[in-house]
């Protein structure tokens, strides 16, 4: 348990960190998919968050990965699972296909989940994504766009998000 807990504020201080020091541009980069990280603890509805990836690109490079207390050990074909286990006692990514995820660059990454989660919080921070959206005000450090809305509700933040990404010209 203490060392879950320095685990964690490892990480927190290495996705702020990096935050901190990140000033990255992307501007002639060319992003492939979508990207999706969610908490199985706040949002349960994977197939739903999965027809909105291919609403956004219908891309084979379309990813999700779903945060999960306790690691099933079965492999899943639509999304991957991230956990504590995932991460060193030193808080670095032990698991090379989430590492994969990160060093992807995304079109859009979406963080879709309003609790702080210092193992998706990582993730988002590392991530390579050419532009980042996420649902909390409260994390909007990360984001470079915040629609504001519950997890439950996946179809107005669909409109919200599908109306800004064609305004910005990060979607078709």
Known sequence: MFLDGWK????????????KNSKQSF?????????L???LREFENLKRLN???????????????AFTHDKTHTEKESYL???KSDFSISGSLKNPKIQQFIDKPFKVLISYY??????????????KALFKV??????ADFNDLTINSKAEEVQVFETELLKYLKLLNRID
């Open 8 to 19: 964690q504020d490892l990480l927190k201080s290495k996705v702020k960190n990096f935050h």
């Open 27 to 35: 501007k002639n980069s060319i992003g492939e998919g979508v990207g």
């Open 37 to 39: 990280l969610v908490d």
């Open 51 to 65: 027809e909105l990836l291919l609403l956004l690109t219908e891309s084979d490079d379309n990813m999700l990965i």
């Open 81 to 83: 699972e991230l956990s």
């Open 114 to 127: 309003r609790t702080e989660n210092v193992f998706l919080d990582f993730v988002s921070a590392q991530s």
């Open 134 to 139: 996420g649902i909390s005000s409260e994390l």
